[in-house]
Protein backbone atom coordinates (compact mmCIF):
# COMPACT_ATOMS: atom_id res chain seq x y z
CA UNK A 1 0.00 0.00 0.00
CA UNK A 2 1.69 3.12 -1.09
CA UNK A 3 -0.34 5.49 0.11
CA UNK A 4 1.18 4.74 3.76
CA UNK A 5 4.80 5.64 2.50
CA UNK A 6 2.62 9.26 0.58
CA UNK A 7 0.87 10.21 3.80
CA UNK A 8 4.17 9.66 6.01
CA UNK A 9 5.44 12.47 3.62
CA UNK A 10 2.35 14.65 3.75
CA UNK A 11 2.88 14.65 7.80
CA UNK A 12 6.73 15.26 7.16
CA UNK A 13 5.73 18.05 5.29
CA UNK A 14 3.67 19.56 7.96
CA UNK A 15 6.21 19.05 10.71
CA UNK A 16 8.90 20.76 8.90
CA UNK A 17 6.13 23.47 8.03
CA UNK A 18 5.62 23.53 12.03
CA UNK A 19 9.44 24.00 12.56
CA UNK A 20 9.78 26.79 10.53
CA UNK A 21 6.26 28.70 11.18
CA UNK A 22 6.31 27.38 14.74
CA UNK A 23 3.31 26.44 14.68
CA UNK A 24 2.05 23.70 17.29
CA UNK A 25 -0.52 21.86 15.93
CA UNK A 26 -2.59 21.13 12.35
CA UNK A 27 -6.06 21.71 12.51
CA UNK A 28 -7.15 21.00 9.24
CA UNK A 29 -5.06 19.54 6.16
CA UNK A 30 -6.33 20.07 2.63
CA UNK A 31 -5.00 17.76 0.16
CA UNK A 32 -5.40 17.74 -3.59
CA UNK A 33 -5.17 14.64 -4.97
CA UNK A 34 -5.31 14.20 -8.73
CA UNK A 35 -8.28 11.10 -10.23
CA UNK A 36 -5.70 9.91 -12.59
CA UNK A 37 -2.86 8.80 -10.45
CA UNK A 38 -3.02 5.61 -8.01
CA UNK A 39 -4.09 6.81 -4.64
CA UNK A 40 -6.84 5.84 -2.40
CA UNK A 41 -8.29 8.90 -0.66
CA UNK A 42 -10.31 6.27 1.68
CA UNK A 43 -6.64 4.70 2.35
CA UNK A 44 -4.84 7.93 2.74
CA UNK A 45 -7.53 8.63 5.35
CA UNK A 46 -6.92 5.43 6.92
CA UNK A 47 -3.08 5.82 6.92
CA UNK A 48 -3.49 9.30 8.22
CA UNK A 49 -4.59 8.14 11.01
CA UNK A 50 -2.03 6.07 12.23
CA UNK A 51 0.69 7.72 10.92
CA UNK A 52 -0.13 11.78 12.58
CA UNK A 53 -0.35 10.20 15.73
CA UNK A 54 2.03 11.88 18.24
CA UNK A 55 2.73 14.15 15.97
CA UNK A 56 1.70 18.38 15.17
CA UNK A 57 -1.16 16.67 12.92
CA UNK A 58 -2.26 14.55 15.64
CA UNK A 59 -5.80 15.28 15.31
CA UNK A 60 -6.04 17.33 12.22
CA UNK A 61 -8.94 16.93 9.47
CA UNK A 62 -7.87 15.80 6.46
CA UNK A 63 -9.67 17.07 3.85
CA UNK A 64 -9.21 15.38 0.48
CA UNK A 65 -9.86 17.65 -2.62
CA UNK A 66 -10.24 15.38 -6.33
CA UNK A 67 -8.81 17.02 -8.93
CA UNK A 68 -10.23 15.98 -12.57
CA UNK A 69 -7.67 14.64 -15.21
CA UNK A 70 -6.79 17.06 -17.53
CA UNK A 71 -4.60 16.98 -20.77
CA UNK A 72 -3.01 19.26 -23.72
CA UNK A 73 -3.81 17.52 -26.88
CA UNK A 74 -1.25 18.13 -29.52
CA UNK A 75 -3.39 17.82 -32.72
CA UNK A 76 -5.74 19.95 -31.98
CA UNK A 77 -3.44 22.05 -29.96
CA UNK A 78 -5.90 22.61 -26.65
CA UNK A 79 -6.62 21.76 -23.33
CA UNK A 80 -9.23 18.57 -23.08
CA UNK A 81 -10.26 16.33 -20.41
CA UNK A 82 -8.92 12.97 -19.84
CA UNK A 83 -10.27 10.45 -18.48
CA UNK A 84 -7.62 8.16 -18.36
CA UNK A 85 -3.91 8.59 -17.65
CA UNK A 86 -2.84 7.43 -21.44
CA UNK A 87 -6.87 8.27 -22.73
CA UNK A 88 -7.49 9.61 -26.07
CA UNK A 89 -8.55 12.84 -26.86
CA UNK A 90 -12.39 13.64 -26.80
CA UNK A 91 -12.18 15.48 -29.52
CA UNK A 92 -10.11 14.05 -31.94
CA UNK A 93 -9.76 10.51 -30.54
CA UNK A 94 -5.90 10.52 -30.92
CA UNK A 95 -3.64 9.44 -28.50
CA UNK A 96 -1.24 12.47 -28.53
CA UNK A 97 -2.54 13.93 -25.39
CA UNK A 98 0.00 15.19 -22.70
CA UNK A 99 -1.65 15.04 -19.22
CA UNK A 100 -1.55 18.75 -17.81
CA UNK A 101 -4.14 17.62 -14.56
CA UNK A 102 -5.09 15.12 -12.64
CA UNK A 103 -1.80 13.69 -11.17
CA UNK A 104 -1.43 15.77 -7.98
CA UNK A 105 -0.68 15.04 -4.48
CA UNK A 106 -0.02 18.10 -2.77
CA UNK A 107 -1.12 20.14 -0.03
CA UNK A 108 -3.83 22.81 -0.91
CA UNK A 109 -3.98 24.73 2.70
CA UNK A 110 -2.89 23.80 5.73
CA UNK A 111 -4.82 25.69 8.64
CA UNK A 112 -2.72 25.47 11.91
CA UNK A 113 -2.91 26.97 15.63
ZN1 LIG B 1 -7.40 16.04 -30.08
Known amino acids: MHEMALTESVVALVEDAARSEGFTRAK ?8 LGHVEPAAMQFC ?5 RGTV ?4 RLEIVR ?20 GPCPDC ?3 HVQ ?3 GDELRVRELEVE
Not at 28 to 35: S, T
Open 67 to 86: VAGQGWCLDCGKTVALAERF
Open 57 to 60: ADGA
Open 28 to 35: AIVLEIGM
Open 99 to 101: MTA
Open 93 to 95: GRH
Open 48 to 52: FEAIS
